[in-house]
């Protein structure tokens, strides 16, 4: 049985919250290390704001780098329609960038029919 639409872009969302969750929290420590070199009164506001400005470039990132693979996978024949008895597609083994391929149909379950 095939997972639903919404289930499919419950666990793509899901992957990319984690992925940019935990590089934010490692970027923010480092950007928070350097900062407080020169002056260790950073104000908490500045942190604040790079945390939420590279969360939101990562999460922004992540998704078009996965639309470029499943894209760059179409044109190039790693991307095919299943057979007639089941929906869906069939993503090459030696796929480059296999995993942002998979993220980009969980994201878009449309793909599947666009294809």
């Not at 299943?82 to 069939?90: A, E, K, N, V």
Request: aromatic fraction near 10%; hydrophobic fraction near 45%.
């Amino acid at each position: 049985m095939a997972p639903s639409r919404s289930a499919m872009m419950f666990r793509g969302m899901c992957k990319v919250v984690a992925i940019a969750f935990i590089t934010n929290q490692v970027l923010t420590t480092i950007f928070t290390y350097v900062a407080q070199q020169p002056d260790a009164a950073v104000p908490h506001d500045t942190i604040w704001l790079f945390s939420c400005v590279t969360c939101g470039l990562l999460t922004l990132w992540l998704q078009s780098d996965a639309r470029r693979a499943f894209g760059f996978a179409r044109e190039k024949g790693f991307v095919k329609k299943s057979g007639d008895r089941t929906p869906g597609l069939q993503i090459a083994e030696d796929c480059p960038k296999r995993w942002l391929v998979i993220l980009h149909i969980e994201l878009n379950p449309a793909a599947i029919q666009a294809s």
